[in-house]
């Protein structure tokens, strides 16, 4: 449910723009004067404004429509940058060493002088905080000199967006730019990591529990708080399709419009030879087509849980929470 405090305009014109220096500098001008604009990643498109600008980040949430207990991930150029607004400890700078910049996000305790808007971590006492990999994301942050918050580029638990025609399915009219730079690499969102206490996975995403050094919870799921939202992506019913979802489908019912993968034969595909990376970068394009043909409901074939499998099965499980 959306804050009703919030509010933004429908009639906007959105222009999309193909990557490049151009892009970037009418991306930086919109963000300097306190707007929002869609930018891809490595992982998704997210939606970035100016994390130290209150207003700024305010106009995410509305033009989402997203939940304000619902943090923010920062994005930062540099482990220096990164330093400035969080704690680090030993475990945090180990996996920042490893994994940065690329598609891991960390959860740390956020400095008293950083600067942060509140809106970005919801009143908790962490930040989640990532050094992307994707040149536009790279470019804009060096543009713009300040941190970025940038959720994904999608209505509030819509199906997030990997291709610039996905952000326009749910934003357009509510956002001034979209920065389009082509398919995103990983196809879903980064893996949270929290290390306070423990090192543990919040999100699952495409570095692995096996990458961490780390294994699954109990049933092979991370573990969540019910009610209690920590990081980004924690909801139960996140990612979703308007359609209903129905998963581990080894045939399509009557009306449904069959998602692949492997052996099992679908209107899509993820992956033809089972390769589970290629299935993630291909998940949320093929939600989108299935959420917009002309059958009444959708159903995915079943995914092994080893590897990345884990994001993707977590993903449609939010997906198809209801």
């Given at each position: 449910?959306?804050?009703?405090?919030?509010?933004?305009?429908?009639?906007?014109?959105?222009?999309?723009?193909?990557?490049?220096?151009?892009?970037?500098?009418?991306?930086?001008?919109v963000?300097?004067?306190?707007?929002?604009?869609?930018?891809?990643?490595?992982?998704?498109?997210?939606?970035?404004?100016?994390?130290?600008?209150?207003?700024?980040?305010?106009?995410?949430?509305?033009?989402?429509?997203?939940?304000?207990?619902?943090?923010?991930?920062?994005h930062?150029?540099?482990?220096?940058?990164?330093?400035?607004?969080?704690?680090?400890?030993?475990?945090?700078?180990?996996l920042?060493?490893?994994?940065?910049?690329g598609?891991?996000?960390?959860?740390l305790?956020?400095?008293?002088?950083?600067?942060?808007?509140?809106?970005?971590?919801?009143?908790?006492?962490?930040?989640?905080?990532?050094?992307p990999?994707?040149?536009?994301?790279?470019?804009?942050?060096?543009?713009?000199?300040?941190?970025?918050?940038?959720?994904?580029?999608?209505?509030?638990?819509?199906?997030?967006?990997?291709?610039?025609?996905?952000?326009?399915?749910?934003?357009?009219?509510?956002?001034?730019?979209?920065?389009?730079?082509?398919?995103?690499?990983?196809?879903?969102?980064?893996?949270?990591?929290?290390?306070?206490?423990?090192?543990?996975?919040?999100?699952?995403?495409?570095?692995?529990?096996?990458?961490?050094?780390?294994?699954?919870?109990?049933?092979?799921?991370?573990?969540?708080?019910?009610?209690?939202?920590?990081a980004?992506?924690?909801?139960?019913?996140?990612?979703?399709?308007?359609?209903?979802?129905r998963?581990?489908?080894?045939?399509?019912?009557?009306g449904?419009?069959?998602?692949?993968?492997?052996?099992?034969?679908?209107?899509?595909?993820?992956?033809?030879?089972?390769?589970?990376?290629?299935?993630?970068?291909?998940?949320?394009?093929?939600?989108?087509?299935?959420?917009?043909s002309?059958?009444?409901?959708?159903?995915?074939?079943?995914?092994?849980?080893?590897?990345?499998?884990?994001?993707?099965?977590?993903?449609l499980?939010?997906?198809a929470?209801?």
């Amino acid at each position: 449910m959306a804050d009703p405090n919030l509010s933004v305009e429908t009639d906007i014109d959105t222009c999309v723009v193909p990557y490049g220096a151009a892009a970037i500098a009418e991306a930086a001008r919109v963000i300097a004067g306190g707007g929002c604009v869609a930018v891809p990643t490595e992982t998704v498109y997210g939606l970035a404004a100016d994390a130290t600008n209150a207003r700024a980040v305010a106009g995410i949430y509305a033009a989402k429509g997203r939940p304000s207990f619902n943090p923010l991930i920062v994005h930062v150029p540099d482990l220096a940058a990164a330093e400035a607004l969080a704690v680090f400890d030993a475990d945090a700078r180990a996996l920042a060493a490893a994994f940065w910049p690329g598609p891991l996000t960390l959860v740390l305790p956020v400095r008293a002088d950083s600067g942060l808007a509140s809106l970005v971590t919801a009143g908790l006492d962490t930040v989640a905080i990532r050094v992307p990999a994707h040149r536009a994301m790279r470019a804009l942050l060096a543009a713009c000199g300040v941190p970025l918050a940038a959720p994904s580029a999608n209505a509030s638990n819509a199906i997030s967006p990997t291709r610039a025609a996905h952000v326009l399915a749910t934003l357009n009219g509510r956002i001034p730019l979209v920065i389009d730079d082509g398919a995103t690499e990983a196809g879903v969102e980064s893996t949270i990591v929290a290390t306070t206490g423990d090192v543990r996975i919040l999100r699952e995403g495409p570095i692995t529990h096996e990458q961490l050094g780390l294994f699954p919870h109990e049933g092979g799921e991370t573990a969540t708080v019910p009610g209690k939202v920590t990081a980004p992506g924690q909801l139960a019913s996140h990612y979703a399709p308007n359609k209903r979802l129905r998963l581990n489908a080894t045939e399509a019912e009557q009306g449904e419009w069959l998602i692949g993968f492997g052996e099992i034969e679908g209107d899509a595909t993820l992956s033809v030879i089972g390769d589970l990376t290629e299935a993630a970068a291909n998940l949320f394009d093929a939600l989108h087509r299935a959420d917009t043909s002309d059958r009444e409901t959708i159903s995915v074939a079943p995914i092994p849980a080893t590897g990345i499998g884990a994001a993707i099965n977590d993903r449609l499980a939010r997906a198809a929470y209801r």
